[in-house]
C-alpha cells in the first residue's frame, strides 16, 4: 500500500480532449506534487499544491493546471491533449515540515 | 542549470554479484539525496535519503549510499544482489527548493 491513492489506473484519450487525474495524499500530508514519467524517462516535476494554491511549477504549459480541495486531495487537469502527453502521471504527498516524500502508484495517460 | 545524472542505463548482473550504480548532480548547495526503486507495475519506492550526518546512509533490502560532497555524488551500493532486486532505479535530488530533480533511472536486471 503506496498510501497515495491516484485514480484512474490508466486512461485512453484522443488528441484535443481534456483529461482529469485524481490524487488522495497520505494521511497526514498536506503537500500534493504531480510529476510526469515519459517512457524512458525519470519523473519531471510539474507542480505543487499546498494550502489550496500552486506553490511552484516546474517546466511545463498552462494546458497543464491543477487543484488542490480542503481535505488536501487533488486533481491534474491537461486541456487541449497532445500525443505527447502520453505518460505515467505520479502524485507525490509530504509534510510541508519536510522529511520526504511519498508516491503514488500512477495513473498511465495514453493520448491516441 | 541543477541536473542529475545516472550514467548506467541499464545493468546486468549475476545473483550474488555486488552492485554499485552512479549518481552525480550539477549544484554546489545543500542538497537532500534519495535513490527511489520502482518495480515493474509498482509504485516509486524510496529505499534511503540523505539529509545529514553520517554521509553513509544504510536503507531498505540491504541497499546502502555514500554522500560524496567533493565529488558530488551519491552512489548506490549492495553486496550481493538477488534476482528480485530487478527493477528501475532513480537517483533524485532536492536542491533545496522543496521538489524532487530524478536522473533519468538505471535498469537493472539480474540473472538467476
Known amino acids: 500500500d503506496a498510501g497515495v491513492t491516484q485514480s484512474p489506473t490508466h486512461l485512453i484519450k484522443t488528441r484535443g480532449q481534456q483529461v482529469t487525474l485524481r490524487c488522495s495524499p497520505k494521511?497526514?500530508?498536506?503537500?500534493v506534487s504531480w510529476y510526469q514519467q515519459a517512457l524512458g524517462q525519470g519523473p519531471q516535476f510539474i507542480f505543487q499544491?499546498?494550502?489550496?494554491?500552486?506553490?511552484q511549477r516546474g517546466n511545463f504549459p498552462d494546458r497543464f493546471s491543477g487543484h488542490q480541495y480542503p481535505n488536501y486531495s487533488s486533481e491534474l487537469n491537461v486541456n487541449a491533449l497532445l500525443l505527447g502527453d502520453s505518460a505515467l502521471y505520479l502524485c507525490?504527498?509530504?509534510?510541508?515540515?519536510?522529511?520526504?516524500?511519498?508516491f503514488g502508484s500512477g495513473t498511465r495517460l495514453t493520448v491516441v | 542549470a541543477q541536473s542529475v545524472s545516472q550514467h548506467n542505463h541499464h545493468v546486468i548482473l549475476s545473483e550474488a554479484a555486488s552492485l554499485e550504480l552512479g549518481c552525480n548532480y550539477s549544484?554546489?548547495?545543500?542538497?537532500?539525496l534519495f535513490w527511489y526503486v520502482q518495480y515493474p507495475g509498482q509504485h516509486l519506492q524510496l529505499l534511503l535519503k540523505?539529509?545529514?550526518?553520517?554521509?553513509l546512509v544504510k536503507g531498505i533490502k540491504g541497499f546502502e549510499a555514500e554522500f560524496i560532497k567533493s565529488k558530488f555524488s551519491f552512489n548506490l551500493r549492495k553486496p550481493s544482489v538477488q534476482w528480485s532486486d530487478t527493477a528501475e532505479y532513480f537517483c533524485?535530488?532536492?536542491?533545496?527548493?522543496?521538489?524532487?530533480?530524478f536522473g533519468t533511472g538505471t535498469r537493472l536486471t539480474i540473472i538467476p
Open positions: 507525490a504527498s509530504s509534510p510541508i515540515t519536510g522529511g520526504g516524500y511519498t
Open positions: 494521511s497526514g500530508h498536506d503537500t
Open positions: 499544491y499546498y494550502e489550496e494554491e500552486e506553490r
Open positions: 549544484y554546489g548547495g545543500t542538497v537532500n
Open positions: 540523505y539529509f545529514s550526518g553520517d554521509p
Open positions: 533524485a535530488v532536492d536542491f533545496g527548493n522543496e521538489k524532487l530533480t
